[in-house]
């Protein structure tokens, strides 16, 4: 027999090791690589290999590879909008009795099917009166929701969903703006949405009178929230009313509408040159009202938003998370929460109340129990949770982590509650407003029933809640706890 030379075992050694680092390390960046495929527009590659990613992925890698997956279907529908825009017009509904609609729907549907086979997508064609569109039909959307409900993701791909309308049906875009904002109050998306509100406005969408309500409502939060913008400088009050709206600069301008003392008007455009009208020279303002009325009004009639006003008039605190508990995944998991790892989901129910539901909670001690949601925390923050205790162990009612690892905790008993270890003697089986704050994640502030209770508590070491957000009901197995909430709000 031969023996083999030891030069030779080395160099096949060597092969073998740098196979394997060439294999890991591609393992490692592999989610790298496809980010890359998506922001080159390479979308169909970057579906593909995401797809493959997910079989193998575990809880936190698989956040952002289904957050990519969607943004990349989005993206090659936008895409593909723009290779068939022509095609996309001659499909539309006004064309549906002449041989080129079918001709071209056909031709998309066929290329969708291809796509769709290829990355288990599910665009669609979707007929329109002047244009038709393509768009998925939510199949990825839905998936990365079930599974991450809590994500901070997903408020950003609900904004594209605005975005998305705007560009092709603005008659719809209020209806969307207001589902987001119920959705997302104080979203960090809000000074965009203005924008989206001012483009749909100066391209001519008329606001009905189901949408004025809401968009006074987010244009008076959005003006308290940034003074110093440019939209707010176009925001004004009419200073009388019945003053006349034309439909040209200049007062023999034909009649378009008239004003109600103290509405709000959006400025459209402003008149190139100043006009005299009595006593008084100003420009003419071209303004849109929330009742769909838009024309030109002389600038003596205008008066710039009052936002001191807004700000004490308006007394109703934006919080950036709100839960009643009124929908829910499934008997047991409320919407936009997940149940810690292996824990006794039984534990959790509900019963409707009037304002939503009443989460109740009844713990066996057959296991853990928790609920988790992944929002973004930072160190300035307040948490206010409604909620009475009913019987048994303490339970940990509400936890919100900081970035570096450190928690501020209330801890829920019968006749006491504890705040990161600091006991405070309280009547638990009654209902209260807890609130937990900090300004600056060193110290905590607590309030009952908005009394300020304690100051200068420091976080604690965070020993079991391993991601960033907020939890709640914990409780360890062993222990049997009964209490009920009926609302939990972060800002």
Known sequence: MLKKSPLITIIAA???????????????????????????????????????????ADYDSGEKIYYYR??????????????????????????????EFEKYKLKIEKKLKALNNKTGADLEFIPEPKKSRIASKGLFYNEF??????????????????????????????????????????????????TVLFNAIKNGTVITGSSSEFLKTLINDFAVRYPTSQEVSHLYTSIGDSVNLRNSPGVTGALAGKTVKDELLIQIEKSMDMMQIGDTRDYWYKVATLRGVNGWIFGKFLKPLDLQ?????????????????????????????????????????????????????????????????????SKIF?????????????????????????????????????????????????????????????????????QLISGRIPPAANKLFDNRGIYMLYQSAGSISSCEIEFIKVR
Not at 77 to 98: F, V
Not at 162 to 189: C, E, H, L, W
Not at 341 to 351: G, L
Request: glycine content about 6%.
């Open 145 to 194: 929701v079930s599974r991450y409900r809590g994500s901070q993701f997903i408020e950003d791909l609900d904004f594209y969903e605005i975005k998305k309308i705007a560009s092709a049906d603005q008659t719809r875009v209020f209806d969307y703006m207001n589902r987001f904002y119920k959705k997302y109050p104080g979203s960090n998306y809000t000074h965009q949405i203005i």
């Open 382 to 450: 307040k948490l206010m949770v409604r909620a009475r205790f009913v019987s048994g162990d303490p339970v940990i009612l509400a936890v919100y982590t900081l970035e570096k690892g450190d928690i501020f905790f209330i801890k829920l008993d019968n006749e006491k509650i504890e705040v990161n270890g600091r006991g405070i003697p309280i009547n638990g089986t009654d209902w209260h407003n807890y609130e937990l704050s900090s300004e600056d994640g060193k110290f905590g502030i607590l309030s009952i029933d908005g």
């Open 309 to 377: 006003n807004i700000a004490v008039s308006n007394k109703q605190e934006v919080w950036s998370f709100e839960d009643y508990f009124a929908s829910w995944s499934d008997s047991n998991t409320p919407e936009n929460w997940n149940h810690i790892k292996d824990s006794d989901f039984s534990a959790v129910s509900f019963k409707k109340s009037s304002g939503g539901s009443i989460l109740i909670f009844n713990t066996k001690g057959i296991a853990n129990t928790g609920l988790y949601n992944r929002i973004n925390t």
């Open 14 to 56: 060597l092969i073998i090791i740098c196979i394997v680092v060439i294999f890991f390390a591609g393992k490692d960046d592999s989610l790298e690589s496809a980010v890359r495929s998506y922001e080159k527009g390479n979308y169909v590659s970057a579906i593909t290999a995401l797809n493959k990613l997910l079989i193998s």
């Open 70 to 99: 969607c943004k990349s279907l989005n993206s090659l529908a936008e895409e593909l909008e723009e290779d068939y825009a022509d095609e996309l017009g001659k499909a539309s509904l006004e064309n549906k009795d002449k041989p």
